[in-house]
């Protein structure tokens, strides 16, 4: 989604802004633009629609005159279409600003501003917020007399970089419901909506609270509080080292990131496992008598297959929701009970805002995530990291196999502190996971097989994706991942629920995609499904373990179009299935030619609702 970068102090400014939008690419955009302050005290912007090379390239034409102080932003387009005009920053008079999130209130601000003779030129939320420190600053109010009188005007989540040429020493940057960071440097102080933007040039950073203003100079960082009290934030060392990502051979990020799963598992039980104990941070387990699990999209799905871990293996009650729906339902929650927030980047604005409403009615929160400084870690009562490393691709894969992996190993834990597992089936679970790593190499080394199944989808408009059990939220999951990155329509459904209305859909060009795993009991009720969908001349696609197979019947056999994956225990079926769901959905969309790390219209981190 947007993201900001911005500095005061060096005279490569601008090329240090443009680098830094680049880093935060694969967070989805669709134009940017980069704003710089002169010798001169004038403000000069540059925008363009599209990559960030169209601005570069805009930029080799027509540069921004020297500056030690630059912003830039990259738009993803909420208000407005995306066009040079939408993009920011925006500026009214002496004020320029970048803005990451959504200005609630702008109907009601346009007005005012209007009735104040500012005309607006654009269709963004945005604009209103220059126009409305402009207005300030015409009462005579300084640069941070204005701002501190705009900025409570504005409803909605924000984080914004200010730029004004009444105060062209300074670079300015405030946040409320939407992160932004302060980078130390030598001599050089910098902003970014994500730490990330600045991993060349610095590892201190200063996390902004709600309704936090810095004020950069040169030389001084100050900060403000909401109540304009002069405070003191926190500096964090965040270690950047290994985040300046690569490729690393591979044609996409997503490809290398599914790659790296094995190596993501080997993390986990490296962090949570000593000697057969598991050292996750321990929760009061024996007490809780019920969990609420929030998250979106795939955090969700890996939610659904926690939910799984933690009523099997500790016979607790669990709730799964989408964030967005629950924030909004005033859900009753009983006291003291336990929360857990699932998020890869830590910024969601949906699950961000579910974990608030509950921490209001004093829930215990647990964050499992993949960013242990994001707003979402900070937020919670205890963190578990699923150490994933960054994940560049949009569509996430490696997060999710260490998400579902961290639930394995919290469960078994809550089972073992309630007693409902006994020494022997914890220490086969415990091998189970240890084997993993291993099996899921060898599931990724079966390209052959995706390769020619994705095949079947070459000319596909749509596609049915079918599980029980522990696999259904994978069915969820492989048809999210194909249509994120193929643009192919697809339904994950349970299996049993396929006669209640999917199955009118079947015709000789609809592929479904079965999962059936010899572990869970439930390889015979599958079999039936892929039958119905047969008798009605189905595309059928079955992903299945070789004992499974082994099994089949002849005309199943011969019919379906078949993907092996290596027998395991049902505690590893989920990571293991999940490996060929990823590779058919990458396989189809480079077959179709997408942007396979950068699919049109999403965004990496969701931080507007
Ligand atoms: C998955 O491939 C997605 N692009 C998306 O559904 C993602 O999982 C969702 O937006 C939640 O993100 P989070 O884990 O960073 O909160």
């Known amino acids: 989604m947007c993201g900001i970068v911005g500095l005061i102090g060096s005279p490569n400014a601008t090329n240090i802004v443009l680098n830094g939008l680049k880093r935060l690419e694969y967070r989805g955009y669709d134009s940017s633009g980069i704003a710089s302050m002169g010798a001169d005290s004038l403000i000069s912007i540059q925008k363009a629609v599209g990559k960030i090379a169209a601005l570069e390239e805009l930029l080799a034409r027509t540069p921004l005159p020297p500056a ?3 912003m830039g932003h990259t738009r993803w387009a909420t208000h407005g279409k995306a066009t040079a005009l939408n993009a920011h920053p925006h500026r009214i008079d002496n004020v320029a600003v970048v803005h990451n999130g959504i200005i609630e209130n702008f109907q009601e601000l346009r007005e005012e501003i209007a009735a104040a003779d500012i005309t607006l030129q654009t269709e963004t939320d945005t604009e209103t917020v220059p126009a409305l420190i402009q207005l300030a600053l015409n009462q005579s109010k300084s640069a941070l007399q204005a701002l501190q009188a705009a900025l409570p005007r504005l409803e909605g989540a924000f984080a914004l970089g200010i730029m004004l040429e009444d105060d062209p020493k300074t670079l300015y940057a405030t946040r409320r419901g939407a992160p932004l960071c302060v980078g130390i440097g030598d001599g050089v102080h910098y902003i970014a909506s994500d730490p ?47 985040i300046l990502a690569t490729k690393g051979g ?143 691709a949009v569509a996430s894969t490696k997060a999710f196999m ?75 999951e492989g048809a999210l991942k194909l249509k994120e990155i193929s643009y192919i329509h697809a339904e994950g459904y349970a299996s049993g629920e396929m006669k209640h209305g999917p199955i009118a859909l079947v015709d000789e060009h609809l592929p479904v995609v079965n999962l059936a795993s010899s572990s869970d009991g439930l390889l015979e009720k599958t079999i039936s499904n892929m039958k119905e969908v047969e008798a009605r001349h189905g595309k059928v696609i079955l992903i299945t373990d070789q004992t499974a197979a082994q099994t089949l019947d002849a005309d199943i056999a011969k019919t379906a179009t078949l993907i092996t994956v290596p027998e395991v225990p049902a505690i590893t079926a989920p990571m293991v299935f999940t490996v060929p769901l990823q590779m058919l959905a990458y396989h189809v969309a480079t077959m179709r030619g997408t942007d396979v790390d950068q699919p049109r219209n999403l965004a990496k981190s969701v931080t507007v609702e």
């Not at 390769?451 to 059990?469: E, M, V």
């Open 196 to 242: 990330l933007a600045l991993a060349e040039h610095t590892n201190k950073f200063i996390f902004l609270e709600e309704d936090d203003i810095a004020v950069l100079t040169t030389d001084k960082i100050t900060l403000y509080n909401g109540n304009g009290q002069e405070v003191t934030r926190p500096t964090q060392l965040i270690d950047l080292s290994g």
């Open 68 to 70: 030690i102080m630059a």
């Open 250 to 392: 591979y044609k996409h990020f997503m490809l290398k990131e599914m790659h790296e799963q094995p190596a993501v598992v080997s993390n986990i039980l490296a962090a949570y496992l000593e000697d057969d104990v598991l050292t996750l941070p321990a929760l009061n387990w024996a007490d809780i008598t019920s969990v609420n699990i929030i998250a979106c999209g795939t955090a969700y799905y890996a939610g659904l297959v926690g939910k799984n871990n933690l009523e099997q293996l500790a016979g607790i009650p669990v709730n799964v929701d989408v964030a967005s729906e629950f924030r909004y339902r005033n859900p009753p929650l009983q006291k003291d009970g336990l929360f857990i927030a699932i998020s890869q980047s830590g910024e969601t604005a949906d699950t961000l805002a579910a974990l608030e409403y509950a921490k209001r009615h004093g829930q215990h929160i647990l964050a499992v995530t993949n960013t242990p400084t994001s707003s979402i870690a900070r937020a919670a009562d205890v963190v578990l990291n699923i150490y994933a490393g960054q994940e560049i």
């Open 402 to 476: 260490g998400m579902i992996t961290v639930f394995a190993l919290m469960g078994l834990q809550a089972g073992q502190i309630r007693k409902k597992i006994d020494s022997q089936t914890f220490t086969a679970h415990l091998q189970a996971l240890k084997e993993l790593p291993a099996k899921l190499t060898q599931t990724l080394s079966n390209d052959a097989q995706h390769t020619k199944t994705a095949d079947l989808f070459r000319d596909a408009n749509s596609a049915l994706f079918l599980g029980r059990g522990t696999l259904h939220p994978l069915a969820l």
